[in-house]
């Protein structure tokens, strides 16, 4: 509404945005920014609403994925997830958006080091099993989304929302949900604490230097991010603290352990960076609200631990921007995805590949192909991470073999009925073509028997005079029909009278004529 009523009152150039993300979580922010910024293009051709424009770019394409319950359940949805007249779309986006890709910056920033196993620069995946009291727990949010999409619980009672909330809750750790639970075996928590642990002390003693006076640093170490957005620190539980106090006991300084929320202001919170860019920190922790953006302390960050998924590709981003940034003094960095197999992981990470599919395919599309649907690099580990979260690989990969086997048996039987409806439409023309045939002789005698009528070629004969001209004929055709019209009387009757005939009837007409016509 601003930018309309600045547009109207100023002219045309009145806004100018700049974003990291402009395409942050969903493709109605493709289109939302040409709204904001040229409407006029979506004026001129005739794109008045999303509807048109989703119809115009966007196709609706069916995957297999996995059910919220986790698990091995699966099902086929529909998903506004590839696009097409892909040269028009980007060449419309591309006059108003001047779009720059970390690869076409090549700024100065660390690699990712080399994953153990492939080899690839990509995070490391962390898998942790899943625990008795959890897999009965995703049984029970199973029977929860059954009743919600049969409609047996009130929506206030329970809803996607809350079941989304409390599987993420539950794949972090169990005690969330239940405060009193004492969950056994392994956990997020202890396997990043061990994780932690290792590289504090594989990097405890690096040296870094000053970037104004090129002089080491008095105080050695290198710093650790980790990214967590449920379990934040409070009175109760939680997992900050239970993280602290394990890294406590396997040797990590207990106060060098620091959480963003300690920072209450923007002092406070300079405080807080500029002693984890001096080496006084070993771990920081952090949600993504509060930590991801804004947060310069790349300086010594040697590693990342993502231990639980956001709900945007873009959040991902922000998170990884801040140990993947310039200033940097590591030339490799680690970034480490610690996931719970049989878990709210596998849904949340499947929506985040599925999420940054379509947009590394705008942002990376290119103006020479008219559908995209390639798969940049983030949503691979995206993949990556839903499959091993399956619990069985082999699962989705069998699930995605049906689903391409439904699809090409529904294309093999449309095949074979446009084949059935081009023989019958062959069929009807060709009768159509042989009945021309035989018409045509008829038609051409007609022809030739037709008079010459244009211009000053018109003749009619009415009442026995011969009038030339069509005035005339006009007139003497009027006094005609006045002077017989009362010879002549309705040209259908019926056999019985309307009174005595069924509603249901059909009338039959005869055709009666009481004198000579013209």
């Known amino acids: 509404m601003k930018t309309e009523f600045l547009r109207q009152r100023e002219g045309r150039r009145v806004i100018t945005g700049a974003t990291a993300t402009p395409i942050a979580n969903s493709v109605t922010e493709m289109y939302v ?47 506004f997830a590839k696009f097409q007249n892909v040269p028009e779309l980007l060449k419309m986006f591309h006059t108003f958006a ?109 040296v870094y230097t000053d970037p104004k006076t090129g002089q080491p640093d008095p105080v050695p170490g290198a710093l650790q991010l980790v990214f967590c957005d449920f379990g934040t620190p409070s009175d109760r539980w939680n997992v900050y603290g239970e ?70 590709p873009s959040d991902v981003e922000q998170r990884h921007g801040r140990i993947l940034r310039q200033g940097n003094q590591n ?48 949503t691979l580990n995206f993949a990556q991470a839903k499959a091993i979260t399956s619990g069985n690989p082999l699962v989705l990969e069998k699930a995605v073999a049906d689903q391409e086997l439904a699809r090409l048996s529904r294309l093999d039987r449309a095949y074979n009925r446009n084949m059935v409806a081009v023989a019958h439409t062959k069929r009807g023309e060709q009768s159509a073509a042989d009945a021309a045939t035989h018409d045509l002789p008829l038609i051409q005698a007609a022809a030739g028997r037709t008079v010459d009528t244009t211009a000053d070629a018109f003749q009619a004969s009415i009442d026995g005079k011969t009038v030339n001209n069509r005035g005339d004929a006009a007139a003497a055709l009027r006094a005609w029909a006045g002077r017989h019209g009362h010879r002549f009387v309705n040209l259908y009757s019926y056999d019985e009278p309307r009174d005595h005939r069924p509603p249901w009837r059909p009338r039959t007409p005869r055709q009666t004529c009481a004198g000579p016509g013209p």
């Open 33 to 79: 920014m040409q709204r904001y910024l040229r409407p006029d293009l979506l004026q001129a051709t005739g794109i008045q609403d999303f509807n048109t424009w989703a119809a115009t770019f966007g196709q609706v394409v069916e995957e297999m994925e996995l059910s919220v319950a986790g698990g091995d359940r699966f099902k086929l949805k529909s998903r």
């Open 331 to 378: 030339a490799e960095v680690r970034i480490s995805q610690v996931v719970t197999k049989e878990s709210f992981d596998s849904f949340m990470w499947q929506g985040l590949e599925r999420k940054s599919r379509f947009i590394n395919q705008i942002m990376r599309g290119r103006l020479d192909v008219r559908e995209i649907e390639d798969i940049g690099d983030n």
């Open 98 to 206: 001047d779009v720059k890709t970390a690869e076409d910056l090549k700024l100065p920033v660390p690699d990712l080091a080399r994953r153990e196993g492939d080899g690839l620069r990509q995070p490391n995946m962390l898998a942790v099993e899943p625990s008795p009291e959890l897999r009965d727990y995703i049984q029970d949010i199973g029977k929860r989304v059954d009743a919600i999409q049969q409609r047996l619980v009130d929506s206030e009672e329970d809803n996607m929302l809350k079941v989304s909330s409390d599987g993420r809750k539950a794949a972090l750790d169990m005690r969330l949900v239940d405060p009193t639970l004492f969950q056994r075996g392994p956990t997020k928590i202890s396997a990043t604490a061990d994780l932690l642990a290792s590289v504090y002390e594989e990097h405890k003693d690096r």
């Open 243 to 312: 993280l602290k106090d394990q890294l406590r006991r396997r040797g990590v300084p207990e106060h060098m352990v620091r959480f963003i929320h300690e920072a209450k202001n923007d002092t406070e919170k300079g405080r807080l960076f500029a002693a984890a860019r001096s080496g006084q920190i070993a771990v920081l922790m952090g949600s993504t609200s509060k930590m991801g953006v804004g947060t310069n302390i790349q300086k010594r960050a040697v590693h990342l631990v993502d231990m639980d998924a956001p709900w945007r």
